[in-house]
């Protein structure tokens, strides 16, 4: 079975979830004696941000302005489970694997949150993209305003994204091996060929100075 059909079977408790095409995690699977957890405490205790720049209120991680924020637990491979919505014009994003926050970009993988919602040919600064590496399959996004759901399945190289019930990423970092270079001949900005990227590090939401908002982040290992 390809894993452009099905990445993974996660296994909770006897009962087989596949993540693949059309098809997200029901809400009712998030139990903790599965292995879910919220990400993010109700006072954002374990997270690391500059005071006053993000906050959590009503389940909803609001960005205030003033820097990104980070998980202080690391997580190697993971399903995340969320829920985000964007402004018009928000650049936002989900990075994930990250060794160093003071440099995100050179050392996480990126999935963009984005305002390109109707865009016909999705690219890889689009919403659900995996950052300058590769495009969405197609675009799922929802208008500005409207609550967007997002699976990101990470199992060693295999990085697997469904939103809003669609498959749109489906990506093997071992494809990528050379620095500043995409398997599509296409450059990219990143110093570490993607397939010598961490395969383990920290969350983080980026502040990137347009009004981004998530809710019902849920995540759990994976053995």
Known sequence: MSHGKV?????????????????????????????????LEDDLSNCAFKPGSWTLENGVLMRQGGGDIWTRESYDDFVLDLEFKVAEGTNSGVFFRTADIKDPVQTGIEMQVYDSFGKERPEKYDCGAIYDCLEPKVNAAKPAGQ?????????????????????????????????????????????????????????????????????????????
């Open 7 to 39: 990445l993974l079977k996660v296994l909770m408790a006897g009962t087989v979830f596949l993540l693949c095409s059309c098809v997200q995690m029901p809400r009712s699977s998030h139990s903790t004696a599965l292995g879910w957890k919220d990400l």
């Open 147 to 223: 609550w967007n759901r997002a699976t990101i399945l990470a199992k060693g190289s295999k990085i697997s994204i469904v939103m809003n019930g669609k498959q749109i990423v489906d990506m093997d970092l071992n494809g990528w091996p050379e620095a500043h270079k995409n398997p599509d001949g296409t450059p990219n900005k990143f110093n570490t060929a993607y397939k010598d990227m961490g395969r383990q590090g920290v969350f983080g939401f980026q502040d990137h100075g347009k009004p981004v908002w998530y809710r019902n982040i849920k995540v759990k290992r994976l053995d």
